[in-house]
């Protein structure tokens, strides 16, 4: 398989993939160049059948060093361009327009399209999540079918902090039931591996030296079934969840979103409110009028 600038990619054994995102320094933040590493990553162990016949049966997704991902990586980059630095995967177009018309399409191309397309991979995947488990470190959880936390994981999506109505991938209440989200959202509370798996966002939860063995003795057990019919059943419950409304609720989530970028922009001249920002992304006050 391919090497990347952002992600490792291992073969622990023939029918299993393991895609470690490697950006430690940053505490695996997702920049671009990390977003379209693992969008290739993904198709080529999807795609891999092709010349081993269908040897890939489980995709796993790990985070090197601390954390499994701190969230979206909102620091000035040398490629950071959507449809420009990178191929677009989509098809909406209007990347270089101006105001909410450009926002719209990189977003709707980096983040919802794309962790879409991820969730509906046509195998089975499985999200190691140990450490802090961020904002846009929830999608990358979230896309995956099955999530196996460590016992010191933690998650949080605190955006309402910065002024935005949730992550653009918007299944909190599908994740968490309705209250806990509302909850969790108002409050930018973390809640703990213990109590995502009460709610049902997590499937298990094992000690953090453990984490890796149990994961891939998870996907060891899933990877001896009929390939078509893991994919069948992916294909199933996925179609059910939809047929529940999932997918226009993110959409309309996701269009909520955008307000929120056009009125912080009016008010604060940024697409969210400063004072809910890292300060190693916080525009200075001059930078900022």
Known sequence: MSSFETILVERPEPAIVRIVMNRPEARNAQNLQMTYDLNAAFDEAVQDDAVQDDAVKVIILAGNGPHFSSGHDLRPGGKNAAGVDF??????????????????????EIYLQITRRWRNLAKPTIAEVHGKCIAGG??????????????DAQFCDPVVTMGVCGVEWFVHPWELG??????????????????????????????????????????RRIASK????????????????????????????????????????????????PSGLHPSVRKPPAAAE
């Open 87 to 108: 191929p677009p995967i989509g098809n909406w177009g209007g990347f270089a327009e101006a105001n909410a018309h450009g926002r719209f399409a990189r977003e709707q």
């Open 138 to 151: 929830l999608m990358l959880a979230w896309a995956c079918d099955l999530i196996v936390a460590s016992d």
């Open 178 to 219: 309705p209250r806990k989200a509302k909850e969790f959202l108002f409050t930018a509370d973390a809640w703990s591996a213990q109590e995502a798996h009460q709610l049902g966002m997590v499937n298990r939860v094992v000690p953090r030296a453990e984490l890796s063995a149990s994961v891939l003795e998870l996907a």
């Open 226 to 273: 009929p390939s078509f019919a893991l994919k069948l059943t992916k294909e199933a419950v996925n179609r059910s969840v939809d047929v529940m409304g999932q997918p226009a609720a993110i959409d309309q989530a996701f269009a909520l979103h955008q307000l929120c970028h056009a009125h912080n922009l009016q008010e604060f001249g940024m697409v969210v409110d």
